[in-house]
């Protein structure tokens, strides 16, 4: 079995800022993209989808949702299974929860894609 397993959550004032962290252990024979994705509650989108917030390939290839260029940050470390996520300059409607995904290769499972239980982040004053 792959878990992630999401660190960082929290409540920040607006201007704030958070690190969140997934780390991915079990059974890995390599992990290809990993990324951030969030939901908001009484989400508009279709069938309250998740929202992707950032993704990394396993060469370090970044994308972003738009709402976030220039204040968040995506970036790994490979050694460790790790994703992470700064987030600077946070804002009210950066207030979800924040879930992360993996593209994982698994030594007994095959290609399997993995989510993390979840983990709040709330910016109020």
């Known amino acids: 079995q792959v878990q992630l397993v999401e660190s960082g959550g929290g409540l920040v004032q607006p201007g704030g800022s958070l690190r969140l962290s997934c780390a991915a252990s079990g059974s890995i024979a390599s992990i290809y993209a990993m990324g951030w994705y969030r939901q908001a509650p009484g989400s508009q989108a279709p069938g309250n989808q998740r929202?992707?917030?950032?993704?990394?390939?396993?060469?370090?290839?970044?994308n972003y949702a738009d709402s976030v260029k220039g204040r968040f940050t995506i970036s790994r470390d490979n050694a460790k299974n790790t994703v992470y996520l700064q987030m600077n300059s946070l804002k009210p409607e950066d207030t979800a929860v924040y879930y992360c995904?993996?593209?994982?290769?698994?030594?007994?499972?095959?290609?399997?894609?993995?989510w993390g239980q979840g983990t709040q982040v709330t910016v109020s004053s």
């Open positions: 929202e992707l917030v950032a993704i990394i390939t396993s060469g370090g290839r970044t």
């Open positions: 995904n993996a593209d994982v290769s698994s030594h007994f499972a095959g290609r399997l894609d993995r």
